[in-house]
Nanobody
Framework: QVRVVESGGGSVPVGGSLTLSCVASGSIFTINAMRWYRQAPGNQRELVAQ???????YYADSVKGRFTISTGDAKNTVYLQMDSLKPDDTAVYYC????????????????WGQGTQVTVSS
């Protein structure tokens, strides 16, 4: 079993900053990618940012220049630094971990956290 836990959400005013954290633990052999998604009420879940084990970084156009994804030294932790927050950033943010649960598993790991609420008030 794999456990993914997010933290760091909260309520901030427009223009404020928050840093989300995500830690993955359990039956993990290797992590290939760690992603942040978000879902606002009535909207589909959207990919916000991704960091891969080979150093590739992706940002959605809506957050480029404002959000920064980074991984911890232990490689099972990912952060999302969110600056210049806007009301449209209000959503539940989810961490998604992709990888192998054991040698030769070929990307069988696809685990999600429970989400953390981010609210930006104008």
């Amino acid at each position: 079993q794999v456990r993914v836990v997010e933290s760091g959400g909260g309520s901030v005013p427009v223009g404020g900053s928050l840093t989300l954290s995500c830690v993955a633990s359990g039956s993990i052999f290797t992590i290939n990618a760690m992603r942040w998604y978000r879902q606002a009420p009535g909207n589909q879940r959207e990919l916000v940012a991704q960091s891969t084990s080979v150093g590739s970084i992706y940002y959605a156009d809506s957050v480029k220049g404002r959000f920064t994804i980074s991984t911890g030294d232990a490689k099972n932790t990912v952060y999302l630094q969110m600056d210049s927050l806007k009301p449209d950033d209000t959503a539940v943010y989810y961490c998604n971990v992709l990888g192998d649960s054991r040698p030769g598993a070929r990307s069988d790991l696809d685990s999600w956290g429970q989400g953390t609420q981010v609210t930006v008030s104008s």
